[in-house]
């Protein structure tokens, strides 16, 4: 670990990590907005990645979100990294009180990270939109369960819906009440893998009024002039051993 982070970390005991799909990219998923994402959508589907996965999108056109959804979204193979495993070790540890996270991905909480916040939902929940069951990834993954690529609940016929915020859809409420709080009491946030440019996620951090924030991403961020920390660097890197 970097030794001016190791500092911080030793002198802190109320950390919260707020981290992006750079986080996620160290884990070989790739993230759907970078610019091989927008190539490969326009390409294939003749629109954005926003496009597809907007809640009209879904509405109006639900066998072709799926067909997107499952090729760009999902990534079963993935496993969790040096930044997944450092921030477990350090909730452990009793260091670290919350994870608030932008990825959908459900890798935190495979390595054994307790307290997160997803604002962005997960690809591990999946709900029947007209009976609420649950359903699990590999579920809705099968084949068997699905017409045309839409799964459908095998209870009432509903179509089962992945439990991930869609655009033009509304963040979670709770989720966001519990990030503010988790923010706003931290005296240490580590900002990590996210140029911090998506809102309203990336507003959340001027919640945070403790004493150091570290920014660490391979690029600059619009905050880090405010950060006590910055490293330009990868958060696998950064964090790992």
Known sequence: MDKRLEKIIEAS???????????????NIPDFRSEEGLYNAKQEYG??????ISHSFYKNNTA????????????????????????ASLEKEGKLKAIV??????????????TVYELHGSVMRNY??????????????????????????????????????????ALNQEIIENAVKAIASADTLIVGGTS????????????FRGKNMVLINKSQTPYDGKADLVINDS???VMGD
């Open 128 to 169: 029947c939109s007209k009976c609420n069951d649950f359903y699990s990834l590999d579920f809705i993954m099968d084949e068997k369960n699905c017409n045309n690529q839409v799964p459908i609940c095998p209870k009432c016929g509903g179509v089962i819906k992945p439990d991930v915020v869609l655009y033009e859809e």
């Open 101 to 114: 996270t932008q990825n959908i991905d459900g890798l935190h909480q495979a390595v054994g990270s307790k």
């Open 47 to 52: 629109k954005t990645p926003e496009e597809m």
């Open 235 to 237: 958060i696998g890197k």
């Open 13 to 27: 005991n109320d950390i919260v990590f707020f981290g992006g799909a750079g986080v996620s990219t160290e884990s």
């Open 64 to 87: 072709m979100f799926f067909d997107y959804y499952k090729s760009n979204l999902i990534y079963r193979e993935a496993k969790p990294n040096k930044a997944h495993m450092a921030l």
């Open 196 to 207: 911090l440019v998506v809102y309203p996620a990336a507003g959340l951090i001027s919640y």
